[in-house]
């Protein structure tokens, strides 16, 4: 079965710093891979999400995120995070046949300080 | 990309009542899910819902608690039936079409349960 873990609870960074969510997923083949963020009281809205091919990956809002086949990781990046992106980031692996049963890793809720 | 819409946004209901949650695509989808987040807690799958078919419930949940229904490829509802406080939780819709491989979510309806 897949699992996926994101071992950082919470993260605070300072507003201009550079930001790394980790992500682990366990899954037999390569999956699909995704990133969403949920903004307080709002729904999930996707950032980025992994197929096939290019092993870094561009998303919305200036975010990337690299597969790592041989770590089993996903984890997503930004350069220079602003006080906007205070959030909950969720990543989620999805197996690559049939509907897309997708299993969510528990979330990284990120802070950001002036 | 999909849009999703979810009414209510909110509720706050009493013991032992139900609650119809719509979800409206606006466009037409193969595949619509269900989800749980319970206070400070990632997403839990209760149910997937193709249209013309029973919906296909994940292990802890039934069909007498969350009926669904998926009257056509825009719209489904979920219920909760006869509900307790350990109800309360927020209740997201997703959907996933077309070629994108990707769920699309909606913005939750945020049900409280005294």
């Known amino acids: 079965a897949q699992s996926v873990t994101q071992p950082d609870i919470h993260i605070t960074v300072s507003e201009g710093a550079s930001l790394e969510l980790r992500c682990n997923y366990s899954y037999g083949a390569t999956p699909y891979l995704f990133w969403y963020v949920q903004s307080p009281g709002q729904g999930l809205q996707l950032l980025l999400k992994?197929?096939?091919?290019?092993?870094l990956v561009q998303g919305i809002k200036g975010f990337e995120a690299e597969f790592k086949r041989s770590q089993s990781s996903f984890n997503l990046r930004k350069p220079s995070v602003h006080w906007s992106d205070a959030a909950e980031y969720f990543c989620a692996v999805g197996a690559p046949w049939g509907y897309q049963k997708v299993t969510f890793g528990t979330g990284t809720k990120l802070q950001v300080i002036p | 990309s999909a849009v999703i819409s979810q009414k209510p946004s909110r509720d706050i209901c009493q013991r032992g009542t139900s609650l119809t949650i719509q979800c409206q695509v606006d466009?037409?989808?193969?595949?619509m899910f269900w989800y749980r987040q319970q206070p400070g807690q990632s997403l839990t799958l209760i149910a997937t819902?193709?249209?013309?078919?029973?919906?296909?419930?994940e292990s802890g949940f039934v069909i007498d608690k969350f009926p669904i229904s998926r009257p056509n490829l825009t719209f489904s509802t979920l219920t909760v039936s006869n509900m307790s406080p350990e109800d309360s939780s927020i209740y997201l819709c997703?959907?996933?079409?077309?070629?994108?491989?990707?769920?699309?979510f909606g913005p939750g309806t945020r049900l409280l349960v005294l």
């Open positions: 997703s959907a996933e079409g077309g070629r994108e491989e990707t769920q699309y």
């Open positions: 992994y197929f096939s091919g290019d092993t």
């Open positions: 466009s037409q989808v193969t595949m």
């Open positions: 819902a193709n249209q013309g078919s029973e919906a296909t419930y």
